[in-house]
């Protein structure tokens, strides 16, 4: 896997981005060399040892699962 410069990198994860196997909302963004996949905290554990040996790049962002939320700043 390879450090994302600026140009290559992905916008943050949303809740309208879903789990390509489940449809559960999306928490890691797996980049291959032919596009990419998304998956929810569960799946991405589940498929990790399997991405990491053909992904160019993995974002995690399953630590926000046990973040606590921000305030609203209005």
């Given at each position: 896997?390879?450090?994302?410069?600026?140009?290559?990198?992905?916008?943050?994860?949303?809740a309208?981005?879903?789990?390509?196997?489940?449809?559960?909302?999306?928490?890691?963004?797996?980049?291959?060399?032919?596009?990419?996949?998304?998956?929810?905290a569960?799946?991405?554990?589940?498929?990790?040892?399997?991405?990491?040996?053909v992904?160019?790049?993995?974002?995690?962002?399953?630590?926000?699962?046990?973040?606590?939320?921000?305030?609203?700043?209005?």
């Amino acid at each position: 896997m390879s450090v994302l410069t600026a140009d290559q990198a992905t916008p943050e994860l949303t809740a309208a981005d879903r789990c390509d196997a489940c449809g559960a909302q999306a928490y890691v963004r797996v980049l291959l060399p032919s596009g990419e996949l998304l998956f929810c905290a569960h799946h991405g554990r589940k498929h990790a040892e399997a991405l990491g040996q053909v992904a160019t790049h993995i974002h995690d962002e399953s630590d926000r699962l046990f973040s606590e939320p921000q305030a609203d700043q209005r």
